[in-house]
């Protein structure tokens, strides 16, 4: 790619967290979906860079971001950079969706809509998935390894319009997969990073 091309590129943006400032408050660079970090964690630098620490489980802190964000879209690409610290499967990088509580707003149940990504699913590998209908009705795209402890740049894809959804690891592409769903059908009144729909 030229610096032509990824210049087209960043002006293509809805969205961007870079986790740079101090406190709780999560600024959207692009857009005005701003965001919170939530339970306990503050932003905060690491090599002179904005960060956040992010702890998961049912207690840990996570990125508080805003509903709609994702189903108000038709394709989406979906970067971020991780340093994972290891640990139990199914922690989340990301999870966009809702959950089978009967008040689905920020209370974990067992997952219902959701598209999510983990850097070690059930078989040990880096996975996206997505779902209209909880686990029985998931679509998943496997990595061969879980995500490696040290800092990465993890890309989901869903592409609509070219019915597919990618899973890229520092610009290779690890896996694929057909997809037939839609964005749009997605109820995310959760939008976390670091924060399942699943209670653990």
Known sequence: ATLADCDSLESLLSHRYDFE????SVKDRVGIAHGVVARGSTLSKLDGK???LLGGGDVGAYVDLPNGLLSSLQNATLEAWVTWGGGTSWQRIFDFGDSTASVPENNQANGKTYLFLTPKSGSGVVAL??????VAQELDVNGTSSLSQSLRQVVAVADDDGDKVLLYIDGVNVAENTWTGQLSKINDVNVWRGRSQYAT
């Open 21 to 24: 400032g101090s406190g709780t």
């Open 50 to 52: 904005g960060v956040v």
């Open 129 to 134: 998935a997505y779902s209209l209908g909880g």
